[in-house]
């Protein structure tokens, strides 16, 4: 069995001002004793379209198969990360991500519904949580619940800036004491038999 996820990466430049924010943020909270944060690594920095759970190696292939063939149907496409939020809530913190603005949400949306139709197909339950594109860029760890708002100045609006995103990428994940690690098993150029 393997727990797996289906996400797209963000190039690199963008992943670095992604990195460049965390690192920012993580000073920011460092005067305050009670909370911590663990950031999500630089090589870990995705945004899920679709988390599928434990699956067999038989089923990891139709899963596959489906996936190659929604792909040629798609095309590549651009994304813009912008603004900050959290999960549950901004007032009281788990989960710190970066968004996207509306015109990606609803470009990552529609393709969210494509994956899941298809997953659907094969006998995989849909999502239960409503969709909320996001890249998570750390874990709060704190004795009383974190407001982000009061820890950093508004960033809704701020621009991280854009990628073109040419593949959806079939990830294993795995967590050991260090956190989760993330490991392609297979990447689906879109627009493109192969």
């Given at each position: ?155 809704s609006g701020h621009l991280f800036g854009t990628t073109m995103i040419r593949d959806i990428i079939l990830f294993e994940s795995r967590s ?19």
């Amino acid at each position: 069995m393997k727990r797996v996820f289906i996400a797209i990466e963000m190039s690199i430049d963008l992943s670095h001002r992604l990195v460049r924010f965390q690192e920012s943020f993580e000073k920011q909270i460092d005067t305050d004793s009670d909370v911590s944060i663990r950031l999500t690594r630089p090589e870990n920095i995705h945004a899920t379209l679709q988390f599928i759970g434990d699956v067999s190696e038989e089923l990891l292939f139709v899963i596959s198969e489906k996936l190659k063939e929604l792909s040629t149907s798609l095309f590549p496409f651009q994304v813009s990360a912008k603004g900050i939020g959290a999960f549950p809530s901004n007032d009281e913190a788990k989960v710190l991500w970066a968004g996207f603005d509306a015109q990606s949400t609803d470009l990552l949306e529609l393709i969210r519904r494509a994956i899941e139709k298809e997953l659907d197909s094969i006998g995989l339950e849909k999502e239960k949580r409503p969709f909320v594109p996001h890249i998570t860029l750390g874990r709060f760890r704190a004795m009383k619940p974190v407001n982000i708002d009061e820890l950093s100045k508004d960033l809704s609006g701020h621009l991280f800036g854009t990628t073109m995103i040419r593949d959806i990428i079939l990830f294993e994940s795995r967590s050991d004491d260090q956190g989760f690690r993330y490991k392609v098993l297979d990447r689906f150029r879109l627009g493109k038999a192969t």
